[in-house]
């Protein structure tokens, strides 16, 4: 019971990876849904809680592609909850588990190429319904893809051989990685800020160090403060777009210098 | 002949679909057979035989874009194929044009709003509450995403279909550019807050140790000093080093492992605790 309801889980993961809607594949959702169904949801939701920090900035941004959060999430929490393993060592399964989830994403896009050229060929005949199911298809082997390795895990984590293993690395290691995963957050903090890469737009972001290092201010105050300043850069922009237009079309012989909004940077 | 004409089921019908526009993402056409199915029960609705062929066909072009604001392209494309079915003179490569120059602009803007600043914004909040083993963690992620996302797809379908073409101009507009850097300020504020507040860094190599006049112990370690110049330097500086390294274009797996080593050799040395 337990492994069909993991393997559906699994599923859903793998649907949720490519198609990055719902969101069912990141850590914070997949980690309490596979614990739920493991029987330990709280440990789910704490090691979700912890995952989701270091994948914060995985995306999927034009034709790049994010480590796979939907492989890391089910199989490390397979191996906390049924393997035993700390949160710590779950945290440092994860990345290799994603690395790994991204060569199997990578593996099943390529295969889609063939429905890609299948579905030309119902195109020709006016065959809606083909065109759909090669549509499903994709997302069945992208489903599979994780589910069939989680299963697999889930069925050899509890034996002694594979726990042997985990309990095998040294101490450093382990302490070692629990260190790391204090600071491992910044990868993704720094995806982000580059997605945003906008060097003039960074005085914002240092104020929302500055705040966060000398006040108590929690994340809720931290998100009004930025709608307020957001609020307050975009009037700007407005007054000097404003200036600009009057300079232009008023023709004060150059009495006002033109602010520069230069647009160029804008992604 | 009868005028062919989108009905508010159809609409929705593409609101459903769109939902799963990259589901057989390949490589060679990206979100191709997602838009083409996404398009369907319009494309029924107002054409047959070899018209829909033809138009099942050129909606198997290259596509690919930010999903969500995907829907307000479906919703366009949508309007501009209805008028075409009855007579319109639009032609294929106008429409294809269309469709591939919103590609770049709503990616623009749909990429650091979605991706950027909400995700990351909610997830974060989220995440910060499922580490004390609380529902509520995963649930405000959950339900706060999928919120903004499912009225995105929903008003950009019908907003899109109702505005037609008019739309595509609107796009290039102070608006966008408004919304898109409003964004940017909240999302940069509110990742340096959590650059300070979320990592941890602790560094307990002891520099110096004495018994002060009053004979208390004083050990100053390396955590201290730090502390009094500037708290959560440290993290503030590898942020940057890591955002130095993607600009290279080094993977950011690698640059995780790379941290993972750090940790564990400044463990074993003593450095990091």
Known sequence: ?267 | MAEKKVTKDDLFWVFVRSNFLLGSFNFERMQAIGFCVSMIPILKRVYEGDELKKALRRHLEFFNTQPFVAAAIMGIIGAMEEKKANGADISEATLSGVKVGLIGPLAGVGDPIFWGTIRPVLAALGAGVALTGSLIGPMIFFIGFNAIRLATHWYGVQYGYSQGTALVENIGGNQMHFLTEGASVLGLLVMGALVAKWTTVNMPLVISEYDNSAGEHVVTTLQSILDSLMPSIVPLLMTFACMYLLKKGVNALTIIVGLFIIGIAGYAIGLMA
């Open chain 1, 1 to 267: 019971m337990t492994l069909v309801l993991l393997f559906i889980v699994a599923m859903i993961t793998g649907f949720a990876s490519v198609v990055d809607e719902a969101q069912f594949h990141r850590p914070v959702i997949a980690c309490t849904m596979t614990g739920a169904v493991l029987g330990d949801m709280t440990t789910g939701i704490i090691l979700g809680g912890t995952l989701e920090m270091m994948a914060l900035g995985w995306m999927n941004v034009g034709a790049a592609m994010a480590p796979d959060a939907a492989l890391a999430s089910v199989v490390s929490t397979i191996l906390v909850i049924v393997g035993h393993q700390s949160i710590g060592a779950g945290i440092a399964l994860a990345v290799p588990l994603a690395a790994a989830g991204q060569v199997l994403t990578i593996f099943v896009r390529t295969i889609t190429v063939f429905f890609q050229h299948l579905a030309d060929k119902y195109a020709e005949d006016g065959n809606c319904r083909g065109i759909e199911m090669c549509h499903i298809a994709g997302l069945l082997l992208q489903g599979l893809r994780v589910a069939l390795p989680s299963v697999a895990i889930y069925m050899v984590a509890g034996t002694d051989t594979v726990n042997n293993a985990l309990n095998s690395i040294p101490e450093v290691i382990t302490r070692g990685l629990q260190v790391a995963g204090g600071f491992i957050v910044v990868v993704g903090y720094a995806m982000v800020i580059n997605l945003m890469d906008a060097s003039k737009l960074m005085v914002y972001f240092f104020l929302g160090f500055l705040l966060a290092v000398f006040t108590d201010i929690n994340l809720i105050g931290f998100g009004a403060i930025g709608a307020i300043c957001a609020y307050f850069h975009i009037q700007t922009m407005q007054q000097n777009i404003n200036i600009e237009e009057a300079a232009k079309t008023g023709g004060g012989g150059g009495a006002v210098e033109g602010d520069d909004i230069d647009d160029s940077d804008l992604m």
